[in-house]
């Protein structure tokens, strides 16, 4: 099995962060879809989505909390894995185990 090569990007300004109120049983710990399906494009692995999550993306330092938030949620939602973070000045690297580790499907 080849190499995972890690994915880079830059936070579209585009992007909203903001989060709604969260309702009991929310699914989307509220966010909408579409701002989930988002962030989880800036880290999901090009060779399929159900891979392990390996990322860097560039992110303005004071957004970098929001943006690790809904992350976080994006990629347990997609994947049911927790992603890890670390920061190096305005780059976030972020790793997670992927659905099929995850789910082992």
Sequence with gaps: ???QVTKKSVLPETLNLERGPVKPDDLLSGYERPQLE???DLVACEEGWKM???AVVIVP???AQAF???VTHAVAFFTGSIPTF???GNRIAVNAAG???TIGA
């Design 61 to 63: 330092p004071e957004k």
């Design 99 to 101: 659905y099929y580790l």
């Design 86 to 88: 670390a920061c190096a």
């Design 68 to 70: 690790e938030l809904l």
């Design 52 to 54: 392990p999550v390996k």
């Design 38 to 40: 988002a962030a989880f």
């Design 1 to 3: 099995m080849a190499k």
